[in-house]
Structure formats: structure tokens, C-alpha cells
């Protein structure tokens, strides 16, 4: 077991998952990640897995087939596979944040429809914010949903879906003006709507079309797309907690969860850069000596190594407060922003520990240097992060004059 990002006051069911969930990691994801993620192919047998090993139903509650564990737990596991490779965590998140939005706001109709098969894996989740004008300004959106007897009408484009080909349900986030008036704030005119889809690309149902991948930088192999509605009938019973308005709240409450989901993220790939910088300064020989015997490199180890505790430590505080039903805006906003700031920190410093072969696909560390950069815009921006830190603080230290 590793000395660093150690969690204390784990049940034994908590630290029975870990080790399992790490032990995956090591047979099954780190052997293979550099080679699938140079493909930009999608990992078919490291979902299914995840599936046998329950992890999609890891948060879903007991009696809808789930494990019931609490968010601790998941950012845990978050952090071990996302230092086998982050591309496998994004697979999770996107479906795990769909439910919990179900578990925390959906009706019992919806909760009994969609959690016990998103337990299995059977149903995938992915949800839709962003669109291609819009960036962080969420109250900028422009799809709209229509009511039309007992259907909505959806028409929109909407951007950056992560999971877009493969997921079955996709929370989609639109305004919808019924029942507002004119001049009613956008944060509340706002309906998030449970769009069931085929997996795949093109038109995946009358009205919705996901065009096909959007090719990136790194965080290859989970699929990113848009997402095209056209005249898009979707049921009324198919609006989260059936009634409109509320969009943007349970939004917020699943962005929430996912910071601490990014937090996590950076933690792990921090790690592994940190495992592949500390065994290369071992290996690698200069002026007579392994590398690590110099104080430069032995300088930056111990910046590297504290990085990654520090970040640990503040991602399961985000965890446990949201597990203890508190409000976490604020220590998740910050556990993302130090933990992404932190990652692309460690990931460079490993980079730099493996001199010209960190510029080698080759070696792993040139995968990681590709992947850091995304936690800096993922699930907010760092500087949206400041803006929401900046703002609570000054909600926690009001002036008293």
C-alpha cells in the first residue's frame, strides 16, 4: 500500500472496496490505458468490469439494486481509477451524476424506472449543460423545451456531452417559459428532462442526433460529443420531479457532486504522475548516480508528494460533508481548484523528472501530460471555482459595520 492520499476512519466494507477497486485498476485498466487511449478506443471490457464489480450502482440506494454507498466512498474509487487512466472515471461520473439527480429530485415513477437497470449498468447516464455560445454562463442557455399537450417539444444544441454516444438517458438541461412569467429570473425558468435515447451516432431517435466524437487533445476514449434536438417529443413524465422550473437547482446539485468527482480526478492521475517520477528518478543514472540522489530532483519529489496530500486531504473533506448533508459548495469549489491546479503541477514536475523520454509516447507520462489540462475546465472552470469560493467566503465573512 502506498504512503501517500491514505483515508483515515474507513469501515472495513469501505476499505474492502478500495482494495479491490485498486486491484482492478493495476491488472486492468494501467496495462492497457496507453495503448487504448493512443487509439482513442473506447474500453468495452474495462466497463464491463466496472459492471460485475457494481461500481455503476456503487451510490444508488439498496433497495433499487445499488451498493448504497456514500459519496466518500465513490470519490475514493474515482481517485483509484483515474490513476489507471481518467478516461474510465469520466465514464462513471457523467451516469453516476444522472443518478444521484434521480435519487435526490426524480418521482418515484422515475426512480423506479431507471435506478435498479442504472445499477446494473443496463441504462447509462449522461447529462447536458453546456451548449457551443455558452462556456460557464449556464443562465445563457438557449434550448427550449415546449409543452404541447402532453408532451414537451425540445430544440437545441448542446455541447461537450461526455458520454454522448454510448449512454442510453440523458439529463438535459433547458429553459422552459411555461408557467413564468416574462421577466422571471433564467436560473428559474429552467427544466432538466430525461431523455432516453439508442446508443451510437447520427439519429439516435426522431428529433435527437449525436453528430459523432469530437476529437480531443487527451481524455480520449470516452466518447464527447453534441447533441442536436430538432423537434424532440419528450413525455411529461419524463420532466425530473415532474415539474418544471427547477432545472437549474438540481443541475447545481449534481455539478456539486461532480466537483468533487474532478477533485478526485486530480488526485489520482497527481499520484500516478508521481508514481511514475518517483520510480524513473531511481532508474535513470547521470554524473554517476540514479537521479533521485540529486537534491533538484529530491526537491521537487517532496513539492510533488505534498501536492498530492494536500489535494487528498481536501477532496475527502468536500466528500464528508456532502455525505453529512451539509451544503459543500464551497469545499468542493475549493478540493476541484487545488486538486486540477495541483495535478497539472505534479503530472509537469514527472514530466520534467523524464527529460526528453516525457516527450516520448512511450512512456505513460506523456498520456497524463495530455489528460491534467482538462480538470483545469471540467465541471467549471478554475476560475469559476474562484468566483464561487470569492463569493461564499464573503457570504461566511460578512461585514459588520
Given amino acids: 500500500m502506498a504512503r501517500l492520499a491514505q483515508t483515515a476512519g474507513l469501515s472495513d466494507v469501505q476499505q474492502e472496496i478500495l482494495s479491490t477497486v485498486r486491484a482492478f485498476v493495476d491488472k486492468e485498466i494501467i496495462p492497457v490505458a496507453t495503448q487504448l487511449e493512443h487509439r482513442d478506443e473506447y474500453p468495452a471490457e474495462i466497463v464491463e468490469g466496472l459492471k460485475e464489480l457494481g461500481l455503476f450502482g456503487l451510490m444508488i440506494p439498496e433497495e433499487y439494486g445499488g451498493l448504497g454507498e456514500s459519496l466518500l466512498t465513490y470519490a475514493l474509487c474515482v481517485e483509484e481509477i483515474a490513476r489507471g487512466w481518467m478516461s474510465v472515471s469520466g465514464i462513471i461520473n457523467t451516469h453516476f451524476i444522472v443518478a444521484y439527480m434521480l435519487k435526490q429530485h426524480g418521482t418515484q415513477e422515475q426512480k423506479d424506472t431507471f435506478l435498479p437497470r442504472m445499477a446494473l449498468g443496463e441504462v447509462r447516464g449522461a447529462f447536458s449543460m453546456s451548449e457551443p455560445a455558452l462556456g460557464s454562463d449556464v443562465a445563457a442557455i438557449t434550448s427550449k423545451g415546449v409543452r404541447d399537450g402532453d408532451e414537451y417539444v425540445l430544440n437545441g444544441q448542446k455541447m461537450w456531452l461526455t458520454n454522448g454516444g454510448t449512454s442510453t438517458l440523458v439529463a438535459v438541461l433547458c429553459r422552459s417559459d411555461e408557467g413564468h412569467p416574462e421577466g422571471t429570473p433564467a436560473h428559474k425558468s429552467m427544466t432538466t428532462f430525461l431523455v432516453e435515447k439508442e446508443p451510437g451516432f447520427g439519429e439516435v431517435r426522431p428529433g435527437l442526433t449525436i453528430p459523432g466524437k469530437i476529437d480531443k487533445m487527451g481524455y480520449k476514449g470516452v466518447d464527447t460529443t453534441e447533441l442536436i434536438m430538432d423537434g424532440l417529443h419528450i413525455p411529461a413524465n419524463r420532466v425530473l420531479g415532474g415539474a418544471t422550473g ?13 466537483r468533487v468527482n474532478v477533485a478526485a480526478r486530480g488526485c489520482g492521475v497527481a499520484q500516478r504522475a508521481f508514481e511514475l517520477g ?15 540522489q540529486h537534491q533538484a530532483i529530491q526537491f521537487k519529489l517532496a513539492e510533488m508528494a505534498t501536492k498530492v496530500e494536500a489535494a487528498h486531504a481536501m477532496m475527502v473533506n468536500a466528500a464528508r460533508k456532502k455525505d453529512s448533508g451539509e451544503r459543500n459548495d464551497l469545499e468542493a469549489g475549493m478540493a476541484k481548484y487545488l486538486a486540477s491546479e495541483y495535478c497539472k503541477e505534479v503530472v509537469e514536475d514527472a514530466f520534467r523528472i523524464h527529460g526528453g523520454y516525457g516527450f516520448s509516447k512511450e512512456y505513460e507520462i506523456e498520456r497524463l501530460y495530455r489528460e491534467a489540462p482538462m480538470l483545469l475546465i471540467g465541471e467549471g472552470t478554475a476560475e469559476i471555482q474562484k468566483m464561487i469560493i470569492g463569493r461564499r467566503l464573503l457570504e461566511e465573512y460578512r461585514f459588520q459595520g
Fill in 246 to 258: 427547477r432545472g437549474f437547482y438540481q443541475m447545481m446539485d449534481g455539478v456539486e457532486v461532480g
Fill in 278 to 292: 518517483v520510480s524513473y528518478a531511481q532508474q535513470r543514472h547521470t554524473f554517476g548516480k540514479p537521479i533521485a
